[in-house]
């Protein structure tokens, strides 16, 4: 099982998380490219990092939306998204290979990834970015969705995530970040949860149901209180369940 978390959120003066930690924690990470979050400075120290402790690199792409972090939808053509995510790809794509490695996989981020996962044509903009940049950089993606159906339609490597440390309605979509059941603080249960979706590819929505959720891949959010605490009791947990941590790209 792949352990993968949201780093390089930083900008310019302003640090979010605690990137060097998980990096020990991870054996993926998703790289903000400077639209919702990041900076050319921030994603060359990330991506050097990441590189020097054998951790994957994708590019997590998102709304050009510094202001409100990439978690306000915005309607978006077609064109102009897709043309966004490749300029995302190809920035990180640069720092990459300056480290000496490349972009490994490509993942939305807050609200392109929940927009993306319902709306046709913002799943259709994601699919095309990825398509014309790299057919074989595989997706991660929520299992089920919008994104994940018309990625795997048009050939590209879908890679299942799942969210410990997040709500999960009856319909296997994420719990809005506006309710108050939106996080699982409690870190036992986060493990917990952790491991069920590893091992059985379920999980326990908020009403008390089970959610299919087959999953090759975990989140651990950089920016929860006791993030690399939590990284660290989740590997562990998987660990002692039997389950190898290890990049779901399989070749680092």
Not at 220 to 232: F, S
């Amino acid at each position: 099982m792949d352990l993968n978390a949201d780093l390089g959120e930083g900008f310019g003066a302003w640090r979010l998380g605690d990137d060097d930690a998980l990096l020990d924690v991870v054996t993926s990470a998703n790289v903000a490219c400077g639209f919702h979050a990041g900076d050319p400075s921030t994603m060359h120290r990330v991506c050097r990092t990441a590189v020097a402790k054998g951790v994957v690199i994708g590019a997590q792409v998102g709304y050009r939306d510094l202001a409100g972090f990439g978690r306000r939808r915005i309607d978006y053509d077609h064109d102009e998204l897709r043309d966004d995510i490749l300029y995302q790809i190809g920035a990180l794509e640069a720092f990459c290979r300056v480290a000496g490695d490349r972009v490994r996989y490509v993942k939305p981020h807050g609200a392109l990834y929940n927009t993306a996962a319902v709306d046709p044509e913002q799943a259709s903009a994601v699919v095309d970015a990825v398509l014309a940049y790299d057919p074989a950089l595989p997706v991660l993606c929520q299992p089920g969705s919008e994104l994940a159906s018309q990625a795997l339609n048009r050939g590209l490597t879908v890679v299942g995530e799942g969210f410990a440390d997040r709500g999960y309605l009856p319909d296997g979509r994420l719990v809005p970040r506006s309710r108050p059941d939106a996080l699982v603080h409690e870190p036992g249960q986060v493990v917990q949860r952790a491991v069920r979706m590893a091992a059985d590819g379920s999980v326990t929505a908020v009403d008390g149901s089970a959610v299919p959720c087959p999953v090759r891949s975990i989140c651990l959010h950089g920016d929860t209180p006791g993030a690399v605490e939590l990284g660290r009791a989740v590997r562990d947990g998987l660990r002692a369940a039997g389950l190898e941590v290890r990049p779901f790209t399989g070749d680092r």
